[in-house]
């Protein structure tokens, strides 16, 4: 510990480790790979605005600053969430002076960028369109539904992956021997188990495996053979287990996945896609929701059971919490899964909506007003179903639609041979 206390540079060994050019840029293949469209671009020099997204710790601001070292361009930094209008307006009017007196162009950097508002978005359009400014833009969430149409339209948009295992193993081991800007000064040994228990805990984030890394190196006591030994026990430590990170669009995919899985009868994905969402934090309540609804669109008279027992998670989720509801969830979870499935519930409801849409103004029978007027519907008084052993035939739809039939049962589960009353008298 006392030896990396007088380590000189005391920047974070992330930021210490941050890639200079592509050579050194390791993932995201599919993008920045060779005679890939992006590499193509920043060797010409020709790249024009864009948006990276995805999540953290995969290279995004790194590769902003390639970019701009590459071209020999200006690299201007603004963060969206403590930047305004001023600011970025400041930043075009210099970059224009730059542009028109030296015919240098300007990056414009923008970490978080989603959280800009129109009108900080719309300031930099014209110095897009003019090319007076590169604008790069840097998101954890989706642009498409994050960011205002208008300059996402302006931008070419790269989507970044979480960086792969094997890849981050080489990051790490280059951060050990690097004598220059990593820990090559320090007598490191990382055991291969360590280093790859770094790059599964670090869920795909190259920066939090390196913070991982020198948390272990600068707690961890010289040996006797004056070694700094980092152990898999030590790496768990350090590191803990593997991120769960979720963006806005990452939520909304889970969420579809879980509710396509209930629907498609396939407990066992059910079962993940929820366990996925709750260890990401979701508030179980919020499954428990989905499934009360699926129970009726997806299940409906088939097996009403499924809706009681979805109640029954609700309920559990609201007086037990996490988490002992997580047991009644999944029992809910399989049994919604496992139950036949009829959309009978839904289609009728749709049905009836449309109808309501196309006859606003049809009258009440007048047998079923609360005081009935004159007799001239031809619907005569109201009989009491009870009086007729509890059914009756009557007419209680509305004229134009007394003949429509709105729930029509299917031939599954509890609906199987079902004969509704009204068609067997």
């Not at 899964?337 to 006859?359: F, G, I, P, Q, W």
């Not at 007003?369 to 059914?391: L, V």
């Amino acid at each position: 510990m006392e030896y990396y206390s007088n380590f000189r540079d005391k920047r974070p060994l992330a930021e210490r480790m941050r890639p200079e050019s592509l050579e050194e840029f390791v993932g995201q293949k599919h993008i920045v790979g060779k005679d890939m469209l992006l590499d193509r671009a920043i060797r010409a020099g020709v790249l024009g605005s864009c948006i990276f997204f995805g999540p953290p710790g995969t290279g995004k601001t790194t590769l902003a600053h390639i970019i701009a070292s590459q071209s020999k361009g200006k690299m201007v930094t603004l963060n969206a969430v403590s930047s305004g209008v001023a600011e970025a307006k400041a930043c075009i009017e210099e970059a224009k002076k730059d542009f028109e007196l030296f015919g240098q162009r300007t990056y414009l950097f923008l970490d978080e960028c989603h959280r800009w508002s129109k009108a900080q978005s719309d300031c930099v359009l014209q110095a897009i369109e003019e090319g007076h400014i590169i604008f790069v833009g840097s998101t954890t969430e989706n642009p498409y539904t994050s960011m205002t149409r208008a300059i996402v339209s302006r931008c070419r948009v790269f989507e970044f992956k979480p960086i792969e295992p094997k890849d981050v193993v080489e990051v790490l081991q280059r951060a050990i021997i690097d004598k220059e800007k990593g820990l090559g000064n320090l007598p490191v040994e990382c055991g291969k188990d360590a280093l790859e228990y770094f790059a599964w805990a670090c869920g795909g984030d190259v920066r939090q495996a390196l913070n991982g890394l020198e948390l272990a190196v600068s707690t961890t006591n010289i040996n006797k053979q004056k070694k700094i030994v980092i152990t898999k026990e030590i790496a768990t430590q350090s590191i803990g287990k593997m991120g769960l990170s979720m963006d806005s669009g990452l939520y909304y995919d889970l969420l579809s996945a879980f509710c396509k899985s209930l629907r498609g009868s396939d407990s066992d994905a059910a079962l993940y896609y929820s366990q996925r969402l709750i260890s990401a934090g979701i508030d179980p309540k919020i499954i428990a929701r989905r499934m009360i609804a699926h129970a009726s669109e997806d299940i409906g008279m088939a097996d009403s059971n499924a809706l009681l027992l979805a109640c029954c998670a609700m309920y559990s989720c609201e007086k037990l919490g996490l988490p002992e509801c997580l047991l009644t969830l999944s029992h809910a979870i399989i049994y919604i899964c496992e139950a036949e499935k009829s959309n009978s519930v839904y289609l009728a409801m749709s049905s009836a909506h449309e109808d309501v849409e196309k006859t606003r103004d049809d009258a009440v029978p007048n047998n079923l007003k609360n005081h009935p007027s004159i007799n001239d519907d031809k619907t005569g008084g109201y009989k009491y179903p009870h009086d007729f052993g509890g059914y009756v035939k009557q007419q209680y739809l509305p004229n134009k639609l007394k003949n429509k039939r709105y729930y029509i049962p299917k031939k599954n589960g509890r609906e199987k041979g079902m004969i509704r009353k009204k068609d067997m008298f």
